[in-house]
């Protein structure tokens, strides 16, 4: 007895939702987007409740009549029960664009044999369901400007209703809305079965995203809405049914708070936002503009790196090999009195990359320097040494670098920055490619000389 007295003491001191009853919903907030295509692989956070319809007859909410929905010449006797009950699964979450919304139904009969009118709308008499969603979490006995009302059947047909003010003033409707709303949502239906046959089927599944901007809100963490979420299960064939108007003889409504009547807001369930988003997604959206402008800078820059890189391993495969060159033309020991233009061209353009040995030189500077173009100094290399002037400037700057090392002047980095090279790596793959040994083994190679 004191174990159970201690117990339900204990059960008493919990929160109501520890206790498994809660007046709030909780909706999670979702930080990956959500592609609206039938599948949920792709939720990774969600709000879910179940319910089943376990009614035996239309219940009617308190004060008000589910007849006066339907056209007055409807005979309810006629109302058929369903061959199977619907068992359904509703999921929820959002972030700061969209409320996204799952149903996943159990249905062994789809029926979708109405088409959508705007002068008359018919969805809600196929197999579908219905969303409602007071933004203004206001509860009021009818719905109001502030109450939407969504609709998607089987077969992806919508519409969508809103609270009409006129209709309220007047007090004339049990459920004073309008259609035809040119609200955008984007929805989409996965069937496992087949449509109007007697065949037996499992289940379908509609997923929709219905934009904030929409429906005038600027969502929160912490707002609150009333949410009523419905079914409309149908289970028979047109052929075997009275359709009057808007109503169907087998149209069989129900809600997750067990009512065949929707519509009005003070019974729908109340939920809150929760969650929201991290830093990052705050930082980016507060600083889109900046990160587009990033975006395209770091884009840019990537181009001309990667042109440069292109560059650099266009340069290093079109060297020549060590062995393959003439150094006494490139290098003279003994300079000669008679030297030809170009010969002597080339001595000053020598004398010219030595003196400037540690510069990263281009060929116009050194034609600049030379006080000829261009064209005349790539024309006087190519012609007295089969070389371009910038293969002309590595090879020497190369054979210095060589010289630099046997002597033990310095190490491979030192070597490199010594010559005007870019970075140590580049060194070590252009000296690689002329002279056919690493920086390093060649200078192995000459301490064991020594």
Known sequence: MKIKFLLA?????????????????????????IKIDGKLDDWEKYFEYSFKDTLTKFTTLTNYKLQDLYPENFDFNKLRLPKSRNKVIFRACWNKDN???????KDKHLFAEHSGRIDKPQVHLNDGVELYIDTKNEATPKMDVNDYQFL?????????????????????????KDFAQNILFHSCVKINGTLNDEKPDSSYVIELAIPFAAIGVEPKTGMKMHLDVCVNDIDYPNSQTVTVGE???AMWPFNWSGYSDFGYPKFWKQVAFVGGPNWFEIISEKYKS???AIYITTVF?????????????????????????????????NEEENLSVNEKILKKARELIIQNKSEPLRSEDVAKELGISLRTFQRITRSELNLTPTNY???????????YLRQKKGNVADAAYEFGFSDPSYFSKTFKKYF?????GFVKKNLKKS
């Open 247 to 249: 109503a169907s003889t």
């Open 9 to 33: 003491l204990l059960l008493s001191a919990l929160p109501l939702r520890a206790q498994g009853v809660t007046s709030v919903y909780e909706i999670p907030y979702c930080h990956n987007k």
């Open 301 to 333: 820059i990537s181009i001309i790196l990667i042109s440069f890189l292109l560059y650099r391993s266009y340069k290093l495969r079109q060297l020549p090999l060590h062995k393959d060159l003439n150094l006494s033309k490139i290098l003279p020991v």
């Open 436 to 440: 056919e040994i690493s920086p390093s």
């Open 99 to 105: 409320f996204y919304c799952a149903f996943i139904v």
């Open 290 to 292: 900046e990160w587009v």
């Open 393 to 403: 400037i590595c090879v020497i700057k190369l054979n210095l670098a060589a010289e």
């Open 152 to 176: 998607i059947d089987v077969k992806n047909n919508s519409e969508v209703f809103k609270g009409d003010l006129k209709e309220i003033l007047a007090d004339t409707l049990a459920v004073p």
